[in-house]
């Protein structure tokens, strides 16, 4: 049986959480098995996977940048250096780097002999032209723009060989390579327009993307010249399967009950009731594979009434019954968090004793900020006006016993007096009340290699949008002690510094009540048991079906 390794979060106390490595889905729950329980290898075969995420609005990760793209990118797009189960970093498309002594510029060498599947070769050329391509705002990217945001110039030294220069050290740069919304495209396909490029990118991945049928599926073919598998734990030469069926099935139950008629054999976004169903099947398995970055939380806006008192965020974090609701409506398959990063993130720090459901002090801070009234709803009110949050929730990235989770928080915070409304929204709508400032606390998943996630989210040049329109600060704290700490730490590479300075900025966001920690981003995948050989990325926790084959 092959689980993430897991370790535990630092803190006060700490909580436990699954550090991800490279895993194989089948026989990841439900009696045990080895990579080897499939046999041997099989050629051939299309494999279909059903997805719950929202359709990419484009299959270029670099446009944007969301988990979706992430997804299914990760067939057809690799970055330039990966992560081996032990979290060090390791050649992919870049075979050897080297950063000067100030960390002010990097040399990376590439791989000889790789070829996008247009035929183009990979040189220095290429990536210059993709770093470029990520920082154009015409692109409009966002995770990808913020990940390479101190890099200044990109210079082809040769063909193989390419130096970047930094703007100021990037503890984190090898981290943000690793990612799939900076990985390398061919730059003759970003020569194309936007529309032909989110259409079908063009990588070096072990999958070329053949159709894309709008709000049905994407198929993908055989890359017959793949080469170019990173430097631990793949198979040399072409994937096993000859295509893969990517189809969109947003409604959880149908989707699973597609994987168990045998019409898709792997699906994602498994929701708790169907892992659950799945346990102990000998037709079903499980992966639970959490995201690097950010922990799944509320941001509480601090830049508006009433999230702008720091006793009014306290008290609405008392007034919720976290724990309670994850137990009962998730079946043991989250874990409750205190940390702002995810568990697999080895720098969390964790602080169970700032999170305690606490109705009496809920009441008595919100009576100390000067809500002490309530309308005939049983709603606080102060100065004639009524304590109501907007929280908008995005239907393509909250799961449903998310949703029911959240409606749990309606009804308890209720009891201390706040009026919290749920705004139900498609991704697009979503965005939008973003962008208006139109919101008290949301729910907002970020997905970053590393601890420098901290900085994308809580430093206060991240109030302002990435050229996507996205701002990643949520709860828009400002702070120029946290921005100093984030800084520094992002600039260091000194691990004993690096920790502490994390630490300290963990701590500022957590004890300012800026967010409501829940439980990791949650990675879910079933897949059927005629499924060998598919692993889930030690990066971002994406599956690639690289080495993955049909049983029967």
């Known amino acids: 049986m092959s689980f993430p390794f897991r370790t535990p979060v630092r803190g006060v106390p700490a909580a436990v959480g699954a550090v991800a490595a490279v895993v194989l889905l089948a026989g990841c729950s439900g009696g045990g098995s080895s990579p080897d329980d499939g046999g041997e290898p099989v050629s051939g075969g299309n494999l279909v996977y059903a997805t719950g995420d929202a359709e990419p609005t484009c299959l270029d990760p670099h446009v944007g940048g969301n988990y979706p793209q992430a997804l299914i990118s990760s067939q057809y797009l690799e970055p330039l250096v990966s992560k081996n189960s032990d979290g060090a970093i390791i050649p992919w498309l870049a075979s050897s780097w080297e950063q000067s002594e100030d960390g002010l510029s990097w040399t990376f060498t590439l791989r000889e002999g790789v070829k996008f599947t247009d035929g183009t070769p990979l040189d220095a050329e290429a990536v210059k032209a993709n770093i470029e391509h990520v920082q154009d705002p015409a692109t409009a990217s966002s995770t990808g723009y913020l990940a390479l945001g101190k890099i200044k110039s990109a210079e082809a030294v040769d063909a193989q060989t390419l130096k970047l220069t930094l703007s100021s050290p990037d503890s984190a740069l090898l981290e943000s390579f690793t990612m799939p919304w900076v990985a390398i495209q061919s730059p003759k396909a970003l020569e194309r327009s936007q529309e032909e490029n989110c259409a079908a990118p063009v990588g070096t991945g072990p999958f070329i993307v053949d159709k894309w049928v709008k709000q049905e599926s994407v198929t993908m073919v055989r890359n017959e010249d793949y080469s170019a598998p990173p430097a631990e734990g793949w198979h040399e030469g072409p994937a096993y399967l000859d295509s893969i069926t990517w189809r969109f099935i947003p409604e959880s139950a149908t989707r699973y009950a597609a994987l168990q008629a045998g019409e898709v054999q792997v699906i994602d976004n498994a929701q708790p009731d169907t892992i659950k169903a799945a346990e102990g099947s000998d037709v079903i398995k499980h992966l639970d594979a959490p995201r690097p970055g950010a922990s799944n939380r509320l941001e509480l806006n601090s830049s508006k009434a009433p999230f702008n008192d720091p006793k009014v965020r306290e008290a609405f974090v008392r007034s919720v019954n976290v724990n309670d609701g994850v137990s009962t409506l998730f079946f043991d398959t989250a874990e409750r968090s205190y ?36 309308d005939s709803d049983g709603y606080r009110v102060k100065d004639g006006k009524r304590l109501t949050l907007q929280f908008p929730v995005s239907t393509n990235q909250s799961i449903p016993a998310e949703q029911s989770l959240f409606e749990q928080f309606q009804a308890t915070a209720k009891e201390a007096g706040f009026e919290v409304k749920l705004n139900l929204l498609d991704l697009s709508s979503w965005y939008g009340a973003l962008a208006d400032n139109n919101y008290n606390l949301v729910s907002a998943p970020y997905t970053k290699v590393g601890p420098d996630v901290l900085r994308i989210l809580y430093h206060s040049d991240s109030t302002k949008p990435a050229p996507s329109g996205y701002f990643a600060n949520l709860s828009q704290v400002k702070s ?48 059927r048991s005629e499924v060998s050989g598919v692993k889930a990325l030690p990066t971002v926790s994406t599956p690639t079906f690289h080495d993955a084959w049909l049983t029967n």
């Open 339 to 374: 940390s702002p990063l995810s568990s697999v993130e080895p720098l969390a720090y964790s602080d169970q004793s700032l999170f305690g459901y606490d109705p009496e002090e809920a009441n008595r801070l919100l009576d100390e900020a000067g809500w002490t009234e309530r």
């Open 480 to 527: 120029d002690e946290l921005d100093e700490l984030l800084t520094k730490a992002s600039e260091t590479s000194e691990p004993s510094e690096r920790e502490k300075l994390y630490d300290e900025a963990q701590k500022i966001v957590l004890e300012g009540y800026y967010i409501l920690p829940l439980y990791d981003q949650q990675n879910h995948f079933l897949n």
